[in-house]
């Protein structure tokens, strides 16, 4: 389900996302705060798998409750769960696990299904997935033999209110919601040589403030011609390189705009810094502070297509080249809250597709991992002896806490179907990849249905969960520091 957030602007978020929900919620409490702050990290390390982390994290701390009531030392429970961390990490990379091949576009399409399955956007589908492998596709870079995927900076999320979602795509290139400053521009170019520039190109006044007192009259004019020839002279260095395009982070006089126009070429002014980096990917330029530098060599010539689009009510700039290294999802819908949360659905889908390029080995989805781990750690457990034994099993009991949400939020009984799930993994050792199906709540082969998560996520939530359950258990005691103490001891000590 869809929650509706208000936050305190009074904006509104719809959202199903776990991080970007417990982004908006205020908290108090210090333990909350950290539980709200492993959604982060998750999302921030693999993009995926906020929810099962908070969940997880929450029933491994309901487990050992139990514990401590027994007087069992908190050091010793952190030790079992330590211990059956690393069990389970080395399970799953050995045991639970199957390569996939980062080539074949249909076996990473599973995976993203997966992912999508249970948001907003699983009703476009097809389109989504298209969406995430063509953009990650065009984003990877081998550098000295290691792949770089970064997201961030060069996949950029353009939203454009209007049209139907199925309108979105992805442009092999920069799409700017900028116009040309002047009408008389051209507004389509093929094959554009193109300048970037990262200064003014005005008049540059000076760095603190200067008076000027004019005694007469001539001077004035004087003066206003200096402008005028050094902004000339900054033109007619750019107009040297006869590029077709300039592009600017600052601004542009009426003037200088006046020079280029008569030169013929199309100028736009105030780029953010992040588009002028994804620009010079695009067109092999690189970005130059000061007019006087600019060389040959720094005109980039590798983008093939500048137009400008007018789209709904505002223009959009298009630089578009089959090569290049950047690109910009366009995401169209029928209103911003729609467009938001199919944003923040695509980030995890793109965030997934990256974690199967990078580490290319896949997990069962449907909480049969997490049974399958489970029934691991509930017969290692049997052969341990000592105190240790019993909260080394209860992280398996916590593990089951994912397929069992799985069945309650299709209103499934879960203590039948947790039952069943038990003794269908109990029975043999072939069926690790049974578990719940998310949408009728039965019983099912993920290898039928499917459903795979990259290993990297799956594994980042149980790290995270158990690290954080470790880290609260070793409070015993929450000390609030605060000012006002400080406040009311003062007063005591002045002499009555």
């Known amino acids: 389900m869809l929650k509706m957030l208000m936050d305190p602007m009074g904006g509104i978020v719809m959202t199903n996302d776990g991080n970007a929900i417990l982004r908006e919620i205020t908290v108090k409490h210090p333990a909350a705060k950290s539980m709200i702050e492993i959604a982060r990290t998750q999302d921030e390390e693999t993009g995926d798998g906020t929810t099962s982390v908070i969940i997880l994290a929450g029933e491994v701390m309901a487990h050992a409750q139990t514990y401590l009531e027994q007087k069992t030392h908190p050091t010793l429970i952190i030790q079992a769960y330590r211990q059956a961390l690393e069990d389970m990490i080395q399970w799953a990379e050995k045991k639970f696990s199957r390569d996939v091949d980062t080539s074949d576009d249909a076996e990473i399409a599973k995976v993203v299904r997966s992912c999508l399955g249970t948001k907003m956007i699983s009703k476009w ?5 298209n969406i995430s492998i063509e953009a990650v596709k065009t984003i990877r870079v081998e550098k000295a033999g290691v792949r770089e995927i970064d997201i961030k900076r060069y996949c950029r999320i353009e939203k454009i209110p209007g049209g139907r ?5 992805v442009i092999k290139g920069v799409v700017l919601n900028k116009d040309i400053l002047h009408a008389k521009m051209r507004r389509r170019i093929e094959n554009p040589r193109i300048v970037l520039l990262d200064c003014n190109l005005e008049y540059k006044k000076g760095e603190s403030q200067t008076s000027l007192e004019i005694m007469r009259e001539e001077d004035i004019s004087a003066i206003l011609e200096q402008e005028e020839q050094a902004i000339r002279k900054q033109c007619d260095e750019i107009i040297a390189l006869k590029p077709d395009l300039v592009f600017t982070e600052k601004g542009i006089s009426d003037l200088a705009q006046h020079f280029l126009l008569k030169a013929g070429i199309t100028c736009l002014r105030r780029l953010k810094k992040t588009d002028n980096n ?16 600019l060389r040959d060599e720094d005109v980039g010539t590798q983008a093939e297509l500048f137009e400008v689009v007018k789209i709904a009510d505002e223009y959009y700039t298009y630089v578009t080249s089959e090569k290049t290294t950047a690109c910009t999802v366009v995401l169209r819908g029928p209103s911003k809250d729609v467009i938001n949360e199919v944003e923040r659905n695509l980030q995890d889908s793109l965030h997934v597709v990256r974690n199967v390029m990078i580490n290319p080995k896949l997990v069962p989805g449907g909480g049969a991992l997490e049974m399958a781990l489970s029934r691991e750690i509930e017969e290692q457990g049997a052969k341990m002896d000592g105190v240790k034994k019993w909260p080394y099993k209860a992280i398996g009991l916590a593990l089951e806490v994912i397929p069992r949400t799985l069945i309650q939020n299709c209103g499934g ?9 038990r003794a269908i993994h109990a029975q043999d050792a072939k069926n690790w990849t049974f578990g719940v199906d998310g949408v009728t709540g039965d019983l099912v082969d993920m290898n039928k249905l499917e459903i795979w998560d990259p290993l990297a996520v799956r594994l980042q939530v149980l790290k995270t969960a158990i690290e954080t359950s470790v880290m609260l258990l070793r409070i015993d005691d929450i000390v609030s520091g605060t000012k006002k103490a400080v406040g009311g001891e003062k007063q005591e000590m002045m002499p009555h």
């Open 165 to 169: 979602i199925e309108d979105s795509q």
């Open 278 to 293: 994804r620009l010079s990917r695009v067109c092999g330029a690189r970005i130059v502070h000061d007019t006087s530098d």
């Open 125 to 129: 589908m097809d389109l989504a997935v």
């Open 413 to 421: 009984s879960t203590i039948r179907k947790m039952t069943e799930l």
